[in-house]
């Protein structure tokens, strides 16, 4: 699935990736493929990237929302830290 971290001022990250977890603002929650469409809000906190098994990558954020949908998520991010 296709994944984009965006904020105010930059792209931050695009690609191809297995898994996504954020920091929802019930509590955290993976997006893996064929994620039934979702929009949430979120809270500060890290988000999990992987692309693969052995590969992985974390970014803090500070608050923001995330959108899947039909293999697309966009995480839009107030900063990143």
Do not use: C, W, Y
Not at 45 to 72: L, M, P, S, T, Y
């Amino acid at each position: 699935m296709n994944l984009e971290i965006l904020t105010p001022d930059k792209k931050v990250f695009e690609g191809e990736v297995t898994a996504v977890t954020v920091p929802g603002t019930l509590g955290s929650f993976q997006i893996l493929k064929d994620h039934a469409a979702i929009i949430s809000t979120l809270e500060d906190g890290e988000v999990i990237i992987k692309a693969n098994k052995a590969d992985e990558q974390r970014f803090f954020i500070k608050g923001g929302v995330v959108e899947a949908i039909h293999n697309k998520v966009v995480v839009l991010a107030e900063g990143i830290a």
